[in-house]
């Protein structure tokens, strides 16, 4: 029997599974996925990923608000966000943080609202899933800011640079691959590879970044196994070996009763 792995970020709430959810989730458990985070983008979502954890056994809920979607973000939903995070079915804050590739909400709002929830995230000790893009200086200055002592949580889909993947390890933070990685000439490849396994979480970020072979296509948990295989590859591990570890990394991490 292979070893099992764990998506660790999936949009499982998402319309595109609206006519066939039963079938994804069926197939992550034939792909040996044992276990599956579903991630809130915003109040709406949250609250869906929570009635999914509580539909199914092997999903977990994160609760958090998008840095797209900041801007739609009121005091009575962050209050609302934060009963969620009371519920024994979500395991992180999530996810949160800033990009300014896209600037859908203003940057200072999205400063304000990812403070907000580095607070919260650390009152109810929850670890964090932390998103960025093109905003690594103001990501590290409120990182050192609001900095603590024993603060968890992973940068997902990462897509910086070396420089910056050492000052997330230097924060105690983990790092988690996506499908990215399997594409042709990426450039997280060379930053992935030094990235030690111990600190690596594995995902696929569905429906978004479908991994090769599935490249353009609706993404799914069942294809985090390519992404696992692709670190096998490049760190020239055991497929085994990176299951078995990048596993009981999200384990520890989130604290999954598996
Ligand atoms: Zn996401």
Do not use: K
């Given at each position: 029997m292979p070893p099992f792995l764990i998506d660790t970020h999936t949009h499982l709430d998402?319309?595109?599974?609206d006519n066939d959810r039963d079938e994804v989730i069926r197939r992550a458990a034939e792909a040996f996925v044992a276990g599956m985070l579903t991630i809130g983008v915003d109040y709406p979502s949250s609250l869906a990923a929570v009635r999914l954890a509580e539909e199914y056994e092997q999903i977990y809920a994160a609760v958090g608000v998008h840095p797209h979607d900041a801007n739609a973000m009121?005091?009575?939903q962050f209050e609302n966000l934060c009963r969620l995070l009371e519920h024994p079915q979500v395991v992180a804050v999530g996810e949160v943080g800033l990009d300014y590739h896209y600037d859908?909400?203003?940057?200072?709002?999205?400063?304000?609202?990812?403070?907000r929830f580095l607070d919260v995230a650390?009152?109810?000790q929850k670890p964090l899933i932390i998103h960025t893009r093109e905003a690594d200086e103001d990501m590290f200055s409120i990182l050192r800011e609001k900095s603590r002592s024993g603060w968890r949580g992973v940068f997902h889909c990462f897509s910086s640079d070396e420089a910056a993947a050492r000052k997330v390890l230097d924060f105690g933070f983990h790092i988690s691959f996506t499908g990215n990685i399997t594409f042709k000439n990426s450039r997280s490849v060379p930053v992935m590879k030094n990235v030690p396994i111990e600190k690596m979480l594995v995902e696929t970020d569905c429906p978004f970044m479908a991994p090769e072979p599935y490249r353009g296509r609706r993404n799914e948990p069942a294809y985090v196994v390519h992404v696992a295989g692709k670190i096998a590859k490049e760190k020239e591990l055991s497929f085994d070996t990176v299951a078995q570890i990048t596993t009981q990394n999200a384990i520890r991490l989130f604290n999954l009763p598996l």
């Open positions: 998402f319309d595109r599974y009121d005091d009575e859908y909400s203003p940057r200072d709002v999205q400063r304000r609202v990812f403070r650390w009152e109810m």
